[in-house]
């Protein structure tokens, strides 16, 4: 028998159990669907993360008080109270070549009010270079100076959201924000940047530090600092600068450990790329597993399939059919009940991949449609593999069957 023939018997035999053929095929979908649509997640995810890092910026340094090693973040990070970090540390940064601006911050949570209308909403004491580090936009008026920071200036700058919830929209400037019952002219409005980092940065009011300082927080350290850098290249020697005056700023001596953690944006982004392969991969062998689930059912519904048959396979060999032929005869029915569901799956797949990133685009969320030919590949090879090895077995036991033996089988 030629392998057109095998394979044309091959389709007839599905076809002739439409249903048994459907349920067979249906677990190969659902296995090689969910390795494509796991990953696309994964993937999708990750590039959330990334791009909600890329838009802080990769040329940004951040420092924060207390001690970190490289593989976790400091105390202060867990909302401990750390009081090394000064806005003098932040005035000697700026001398360092590489660094172009630098700010320093301090954050506090309360109700803000403009005449009847309150709401709930983050503050953020900072210095004049924060649009600069931030790359934040002025969208009405202007942010503060130097000197209004210098002299406890009660001004404020609006986040885009605070903006449209108090005002809707109408022209803030020169009209007065109570804050702590305290007071304020609203001398700007930031343009809307949505979340970065995780952070709603369009949900914020932002007056000069040493005003949030000395007014609100009754402190005279501050949170953070960051510094933006002349270029990604320029990072190394910057954070290597950065260090040395920090460390001989505030007395430590060899062998001392650091009271400060001072971090590149594109470390955050090594460490994340690396937890979230792992993750991705971790998950995608996961839904292998459904894939040899599947090719369970191919061996079950084949070796029905062989036992309902037993007297066709008899007559076969009775008339000349070899042991390979009825072999590969089965072997073919396995593989094209894979290659089937194989097909189908990767459109579906692709498909619901496609749906997810949909609507977390639509939801705000800057999620990439990542279907790679990897996981298209690792779904179908993992299917021909399961498809092949469990469609064996039912073949083999096919092929040994004596004609004699068969024929009887009732």
Do not use: C
């Amino acid at each position: 028998m030629t392998y057109k023939l095998l394979l044309n018997s091959s389709i007839r035999a599905l076809q002739a159990n439409r249903n048994r053929t459907f349920l067979t095929i249906l677990g190969i979908v659902i296995g090689i669907s969910s390795v494509i649509v796991i990953m696309s997640v994964g993937a999708g995810a990750q590039s959330l993360i990334f791009n909600q890092f890329a838009s802080v910026g990769t040329n940004l340094i951040g420092i924060m008080p207390g001690y970190a090693d490289e593989k976790g973040p400091p105390a202060s990070a867990m909302g401990v109270t750390i009081t090394t970090l000064k806005n003098s540390d932040a005035e000697a940064l700026k001398k360092i070549t590489e660094v172009t601006a630098v700010a320093s911050y301090v954050r506090g949570v309360d109700t803000v009010q403009y005449q009847s209308q309150k709401m709930d909403t983050n503050f953020s004491g900072v210095t004049a270079d924060y649009p600069l580090v931030e790359q934040a936009e002025i969208e009405l008026g202007s942010f503060f100076d130097e000197g209004q920071d210098r002299e406890m200036a009660r001004v404020a700058v609006l986040g885009y959201e605070v903006w449209q919830e108090l005002f809707n929209g109408d022209n803030p400037l020169g009209s007065h924000l109570k804050i702590k019952n305290e007071s304020f002219d609203i001398i700007g409005v930031l343009a809307q940047r949505g979340t970065q980092g995780f952070e709603n940065k369009d949900d914020m009011v932002f007056v000069p530090l040493i005003t949030a300082q000395k007014l609100f927080l009754g402190v005279d350290h501050v949170s953070m600092i960051r510094l933006l850098v002349k270029s990604d290249d320029d990072v190394p020697a910057a954070l290597a600068q950065i260090k040395d005056v920090l460390r001989e700023r505030h007395d430590l001596t060899s062998g001392m450990s650091d009271d400060f953690s001072a971090r590149a944006a594109v470390q955050g982004l090594d460490s994340l790329k690396q937890i979230t392969n792992a993750l991705k991969f971790f998950l995608a062998g996961m839904a292998a597993i459904s894939l040899i689930v599947g090719g369970v059912g191919i061996m079950n519904i084949m070796l029905v399939a062989v036992n309902e048959r037993t007297r066709e396979i008899g007559l076969r060999k009775a008339v000349g059919a070899t042991e390979k032929n009825i072999q590969a005869q089965f072997l073919i029915e396995a593989a094209t009940v894979t290659i089937l569901g194989g097909v189908v799956g990767i459109i579906f797949g692709f498909l619901i991949s496609a749906l997810v990133a949909g609507v977390a685009n639509y939801l705000g969320y800057e999620w990439d449609l990542i279907v790679t030919i990897p996981s298209i590949l690792m779904g179908v090879g993992v299917a021909g593999a399961v498809g092949i090895l469990f469609g064996w077995y039912p073949a083999k036991k096919a092929s040994g069957l004596q004609p004699v033996e068969a024929l009887r089988h009732e």
